[in-house]
């Protein structure tokens, strides 16, 4: 604090030149704590910066997710082919959930993060991220978090899938130290093709969520978009014939096509007849699980049941670790 005094003697003099010092040291040392505030903050990862930023901007509201999907749609126009990755960097934002330590999920944002992208099952999402960020820089007030999330939802319903409701307010982790160990996403192969361990594994990811059957083999529908990349998963194809619709084909494929080893490939997957679609071990265990097969026998026939039922398996991953969000009205 600075002293006022009346300047009566030299002592007076000396006391207030003192003072003057000590105000001098005081503010060399604050901007020693600025430049210090500097370097920490520098040595974050670059996305992470960006973020920090946020809690001195206002708060979010409805209207800015306007743009938001304005963004996403004009990305997914310039290349259609980015609209199931987005799909996949929303799920796996998400999928990380352990519903027993409540951690991981969707909250924080954390795969901007290298140390997360780096996990087996994000093979290829850097790319992703990366193609977000000058979106990101538009919409400075929406967190990561919240638009890894909505921007699948919007990729979802621009592929022809069912309209979502979405919530927002995830507060971006800032430290990479929150980013959750390897391997809790689901594996395609544990080893044994479509046997019993890869089942198992299959449940154990998804009951570690919180997720039944029925929501296992409704969100496995996600994959008649896309397709798989050699230099991404070692997978190589597409899951069918339409990988940038979404709808119920998956299914019917599923059951209605033989199919057998594809011997042409490292990792060992399905083909069907043709050799043009490909099918994971995994994929095939909802035909060898019959507790599995029966929810893939109703989404065959029934494309409106699947939509209801994958919105509400969707919504309910893409809330995994939140807390207090507020319902968007678009």
């Not at 060399?28 to 500097?38: A, D, K, P, Q």
């Not at 990561?144 to 982790?173: C, H, L, S």
């Not at 035909?287 to 969707?314: H, R, T």
């Amino acid at each position: 604090m600075i002293e006022y005094c009346v300047l009566k003697s030299d002592e007076d003099l000396i006391h207030l030149s003192l003072t003057k010092r000590d105000v001098f040291r005081a503010l060399v040392g604050v901007m020693g704590m600025v430049g210090m505030s500097t370097v920490v903050q520098g040595s974050a990862p670059p996305f992470a910066r960006a973020s920090g930023e946020s809690s001195f901007k206002a708060a979010v509201s409805d209207s800015d997710f306007k743009q938001l999907r304005k963004d996403v749609k004009a990305l997914m126009e310039k290349d259609a082919n980015l609209g199931p990755t987005l799909v996949r960097l929303a799920w796996h934002s998400s999928g990380t959930y352990d519903k027993m330590t409540q951690t991981g999920g969707s909250s924080g944002g954390t795969i901007r993060f290298k140390e997360e992208l780096a996990h087996g099952g994000n093979a290829g999402l850097d790319k992703m991220v990366l193609a977000l960020e000058p979106i990101k820089e538009r919409n400075p007030k929406i967190s990561y978090a919240d638009m890894y999330a909505y921007a699948g939802k919007v990729a979802i319903e621009e592929m022809g899938g069912p309209t979502m409701e979405f919530k927002y307010g995830r507060v971006d982790e800032m430290d990479p130290s929150k980013v959750t160990p390897d391997g809790r996403l689901p594996d395609a192969d544990k080893g044994d093709r479509a046997g019993p361990k890869t089942t198992q594994g299959l449940r154990d990811v998804f009951y570690r969520m919180g997720f039944d059957d029925q929501e296992i083999v409704a969100l496995s529908g996600a994959h008649a978009l896309g397709r798989c990349h050699a230099d991404a998963s070692g997978y190589v194809g597409p899951w069918s014939s339409t990988p940038l619709l979404f709808n119920n084909s998956y299914y019917g494929l599923l059951k209605g096509l033989k199919w057998t080893e594809n011997t042409k490939t490292k990792k060992f997957q399905y083909e069907d007849p043709s050799g043009q679609l490909m099918m994971l071990p995994s994929d095939i265990v909802l035909l060898e699980d019959e507790n599995f097969k029966k929810y893939v026998d109703v989404y065959a026939k029934d494309q409106k049941k699947f939509f209801a039922d994958f919105k509400n398996a969707f919504e309910k991953l893409e809330l995994l670790g939140t807390s207090g969000l507020k319902t968007l009205k678009e």
